[in-house]
T-cell receptor
Framework: DAGVTQSPTHLIKTRGQQVTLRCSPKSGHDTVSWYQQALGQGPQFIFQYYEEEERQRGNFPDRFSGHQFPNYSSELNVNALLLGDSALYLC?????????????FGDGTRLSIL | GDSVTQMEGPVTLSEEAFLTINCTYTATGYPSLFWYVQYPGEGLQLLLKATKADDKGSNKGFEATYRKETTSFHLEKGSVQVSDSAVYFCALKKGSGYSTLTFGKGTMLLVSP
């Protein structure tokens, strides 16, 4: 049973560019959340998708947007990249109707902005 | 808002030493509490969880007890191994399954032979 998979593993971009990160949730999971983890910090919540809609959003600007597809996979898009966007981007999936259900994480995409 | 505070690291121990990593939280209501571990170059792995007061979560020799009176969820292990070297994150989640995780800043553990 495959867990959460993310692609690409690493990515290098320059300021002002746009990037798309991808995530496939664990089998049986229908909710996808995205987190940003800066070096030496804990993950910060970006947004969560369920039934192809953004359900919750953290304190991130509109440059960060996302999408969820009918097969529950998800994309994170970041426009007008800034140096401060350099981080590990983590995708987590869960089953939405399970109260104590933990979120399962992928290995992340390491984004470096030059 | 909700928050999680962890002891700062790194925590440096010799193999077979006793481990405690402190975690306290601030939240309204009754959150579920989690410990995640992150090995170098990897994502987060769930280590253990507790969903109500006085619950004890345990896994791979690690334990943590949900103490509502002290709003704490300290991680302990009786005898650490070199392979336990990693960053440990305490986190909380409130409400139903679609709620999100709030993480602490993480505590690095370094175990030497």
């Amino acid at each position: 049973d495959a867990g959460v998979t993310q692609s690409p593993t690493h990515l290098i971009k320059t300021r002002g560019q746009q990037v798309t990160l991808r995530c496939s949730p664990k089998s049986g999971h229908d909710t996808v959340s995205w987190y940003q983890q800066a070096l030496g910090q804990g993950p910060q919540f970006i947004f969560q998708y369920y039934e192809e809609e953004e359900r919750q959003r953290g304190n991130f600007p509109d440059r960060f947007s996302g999408h969820q597809f009918p097969n529950y996979s998800s994309e994170l898009n970041v426009n007008a990249l800034l140096l401060g966007d350099s981080a590990l981007y983590l995708c987590a999936s869960s089953v939405t109707d399970r109260v104590e259900q933990p979120q399962h994480f992928g290995d992340g995409t390491r984004l470096s902005i030059l | 808002g909700d928050s999680v505070t962890q002891m700062e690291g790194p925590v440096t121990l010799s193999e077979e030493a006793f481990l405690t990593i402190n975690c306290t939280y601030t939240a309204t209501g009754y959150p579920s509490l989690f410990w995640y571990v992150q090995y170098p170059g990897e994502g987060l792995q769930l280590l253990l969880k507790a969903t109500k007061a006085d619950d004890k979560g345990s896994n791979k020799g690690f334990e943590a007890t949900y103490r509502k009176e002290t709003t704490s969820f300290h991680l302990e292990k009786g005898s650490v191994q070199v392979s336990d070297s990693a960053v440990y994150f305490c986190a909380l989640k409130k409400g139903s399954g679609y709620s999100t995780l709030t993480f602490g800043k993480g505590t690095m553990l370094l175990v030497s032979p």
